[in-house]
């Protein structure tokens, strides 16, 4: 009996760190959305934005799936024996860089600087591509469509950087 509990009180302990990377994951889009909602309007409606931007309802089902995917190759990461802290650090400073971008973009009114940041995020998560890969392949793979995603947002913020 003291085995079966030893087995469940470790397997709760896994399950329960990919909670931990989910709340974590949704905290930052939490703060971004907090600060997009009080800071969006008026500025953003006056700006003038590309043909291909996506309507509002688009963007939350969009982080949606990319926090979860995060969270889930992050969690990988943590599970894996041949983790290093270095990668969970650069996780986590990508996830505050990612959550400064509505900040600096909605509350600041900085497009320009937005872009430096989408950079930046773009740069952290390259970085996290590379330390995952020899650790986790599917976690490195997980973080695909939130490059594309950024290659995306990037374009959108350059060309509402050109239109105003």
Known sequence: ILYILIIM???????FSFFFFLIFAFGASAWGGFVTSIYKEPWYSTLVKPSFNPPDYIFPSIWIFL?????????????NPKKTEKVIYIYFIHLLVNASWSVVFFALHQIFRALVVILIILFLVFWLMKLYYPINKFSCFLM?????????????????????
């Not at 009180?9 to 399950?15: E, N």
């Not at 926090?67 to 599970?79: P, Q, R, T």
């Open 9 to 15: 009180v470790d397997k709760f302990k896994k399950y």
């Open 67 to 79: 926090y979860v995917s995060m969270a889930f190759g992050i969690w990988l990461i943590w599970i």
């Open 144 to 164: 695909v469509p939130y490059v594309f995603w950024l290659g995306f947002a990037f374009v959108l913020n350059l060309n509402i950087f050109l239109l105003n």
